[in-house]
T-cell receptor, first 108, second 115 residues
Framework: GQNIDQPTEMTATEGAIVQINCTYQTSGFNGLFWYQQHAGEAPTFLSYNVLDGLEEKGRFSSFLSRSKGYSYLLLKELQMKDSASYLCADNYGQNFVFGPGTRLSVLP | EAQVTQNPRYLITVTGKKLTVTCSQNMNHEYMSWYRQDPGLGLRQIYYSMNVEVTDKGDVPEGYKVSRKEKRNFPLILESPSPNQTSLYFC??????????????FGQGTRLTVV
């Protein structure tokens, strides 16, 4: 399968900024997605990058570098409700494959 | 309302008793997929389908079957469930145009326990 890598766990403080990184194989790449998943619930869509650069959407931004096979999700002004897993997913060929996910804990 | 519907939400069954988890989407999406999620292992793909009558194995297909006779439905079949198939299962669908697709929409999940 597609090799997608993310840190397993991260911790940050309420009000802070956190960056979650994702690396993937570049062959067959057709776009990268970020999802948020609270424990026991379905993943929900956050962002999509197909071109290089930064996409901003409120408190969340996502960056892509296709040549480096690298993306990050930036979360600003962290809130307690942002405690969740964050999954990057690769539009690989015609398939849709997820990374292992990063579990983010936001502390007061 | 656009949605992906899975049934049942919760299921406890015994080893070896065949079961089917249904998945239906009302968005006319070409692509559908099944994932299982286990602690520490993330979402692992079981099978996916690019369109009617077209299915392919994902990373963990052993012990599972699927069918895609209609565009809207993509059932997951466990012919002889075993305890290692105890997991949280998600169905997803997305619109695709050639090699490019939109974001995936997920069902609510099915928590399966095999004893």
């Amino acid at each position: 399968g597609q090799n997608i890598d993310q840190p397993t766990e991260m911790t940050a403080t309420e009000g802070a900024i956190v960056q979650i990184n994702c690396t993937y194989q570049t062959s067959g790449f057709n776009g990268l997605f970020w999802y948020q998943q609270h424990a026991g619930e379905a993943p929900t869509f956050l962002s999509y990058n197909v071109l290089d650069g930064l996409e901003e959407k409120g408190r969340f931004s996502s960056f892509l570098s296709r040549s480096k096979g690298y993306s990050y999700l930036l979360l600003k002004e962290l809130q307690m409700k942002d405690s969740a897993s964050y999954l990057c997913a690769d539009n690989y060929g015609q398939n849709f494959v997820f990374g292992p996910g990063t579990r983010l804990s936001v502390l007061p | 309302e656009a949605q992906v519907t899975q049934n049942p939400r919760y299921l406890i069954t015994v080893t070896g008793k065949k079961l089917t988890v249904t998945c239906s989407q009302n968005m006319n999406h070409e692509y559908m997929s099944w994932y299982r999620q286990d602690p520490g292992l993330g979402l692992r793909q079981i099978y996916y389908s690019m369109n009617v009558e077209v299915t392919d194995k994902g990373d963990v297909p052993e012990g599972y079957k699927v069918s895609r006779k209609e565009k809207r439905n993509f059932p997951l079949i466990l012919e002889s469930p075993s305890p290692n198939q105890t997991s949280l299962y998600f169905c997803a669908s997305r619109r695709t145009t050639g090699m490019v697709g939109t974001e995936a929409f997920f069902g609510q999940g099915t928590r399966l326990t095999v004893v």
